[in-house]
């Protein structure tokens, strides 16, 4: 269901939120051309990549979470900007460790700057962009205008949240040398990686902006964390079965990366002994073909690891929607939540 109906609540905060996104990059933007140096088509290229579509769902969350809270959405707005900055950094950096050329139907940054200074010299420099994206998407999150003590707070959630995503990603990108990990440990990863920004950060510091009480913080952590795995999962099935067309990017690339997604990890210990050989083979191949990506599709298919993992997700999105059930939260918002996670998971189900 990739093409499914983008939430009413996400579409209406993107109307919002996409010009103030648009300004912002075009006011850094010329803030930092005044430097000697003409950073102009570096800068063209991180404004492309920043608002080449993207469902704003983080920013969403943020201001979601906020009304929650009793706040108001002009307590969150410039927050929830900075959190979509910060969504592109960790992106920007993602595509170039994992050496991915195209992000929503676009060159990645990386290759991009690649193609007019050169693959080195513009590696760098959208790892730059891209930490240039998190000092301003920070700057917005501690610029809000609510009480110092909330700022404070606020900032802590994002500073945890990030050294989190850091160690998640490291952790992700080591795996496939090291022994094979188990379901527990690749949902430990997949927590700190993804989970913990999609929507654990996002409700949480939009429910701080807005002064929540310790009651609605407990009801969005315990919504949020197992939709955060259940958006993995989903996105693990979107990112090897989905049509390149409708993701805007390859669908061979987790595999040629060798990433020990769970989708894997349940093939790897449900496959047979012929099939689970051919799998191992295979993942982290660069030079894994098309036909042979298809072949390791198979196997999911045929483990039955593929079925079992699109269970698991609707599992685990039912629990976060049971979360819901009673939770402190006025009754239009937890409708909004209810209907953003159905989204956000069954869109590839």
């Not at 900075?82 to 050496?99: K, P, Q, T």
């Amino acid at each position: 269901m990739s093409g499914a109906r983008l939430p009413a609540y996400l579409s209406g905060y993107a109307r919002e939120a996409e010009p103030r996104l648009k300004a912002f990059l075009e006011a850094k933007s010329a803030d930092v051309e005044r430097l000697p140096v003409d950073l102009r088509p570096a800068l063209a290229m991180l404004r492309d990549y920043v608002l080449r579509g993207g469902k704003r769902l983080r920013g969403a969350l943020v201001v979601l979470g906020c009304e929650a809270a009793g706040g108001t959405r002009a307590q969150a707005l410039e927050a929830s900007v900075g959190v979509e900055l910060l969504h592109a950094y960790l992106l920007i950096h993602d595509d170039f460790m994992d050496r991915d050329e195209v992000r929503r139907g676009g060159p990645t940054l990386h290759t991009a700057l690649g193609g007019a200074l050169g693959d080195q010299l513009g590696g760098s420099a959208a790892l730059l962009l891209g930490s240039l994206c998190e000092a301003w998407g920070l700057e917005l999150v501690l610029s809000a205008p609510i009480a110092p003590e909330r700022a404070v707070a606020a900032g802590r959630a994002v500073a945890q949240a990030l050294q989190q995503v850091t160690a998640g990603q490291l952790a992700d990108l080591t795996a496939p040398s090291g022994p094979e990990l188990s379901e527990a440990d690749v949902l430990a990863v997949q927590r700190m990686k993804t989970g913990s920004y999609t929507f654990e950060l996002p409700l949480r510091l939009g429910a701080i902006l807005g002064g929540a009480s310790a009651a609605v913080l407990e009801a969005l952590e315990k919504f949020a964390r197992p939709l955060g795995q259940a958006f993995q999962i989903a996105d693990d099935l979107l990112g090897t079965f989905g049509a390149p067309q409708t993701t805007g990017k390859p669908n061979v690339n987790d595999l040629r990366e060798g990433k020990r997604t769970l989708l894997v990890v349940r093939a790897l210990a449900s496959a047979q002994r012929s099939d689970a050989a051919q799998l191992r083979a295979g993942l982290g191949k660069r030079d894994l073909s098309d036909a042979g990506a298809a072949g390791l599709r198979d196997i999911l298919v045929r483990s039955g690891a593929e079925k079992w993992a699109r269970a698991e997700a609707e599992r685990l999105c039912a629990e976060a929607l049971r979360a819901l059930d009673g939770a402190p939260l006025p009754a239009s918002l937890a409708a909004a939540l209810r209907e953003i996670a159905e989204y956000s998971v069954r869109r590839t189900l």
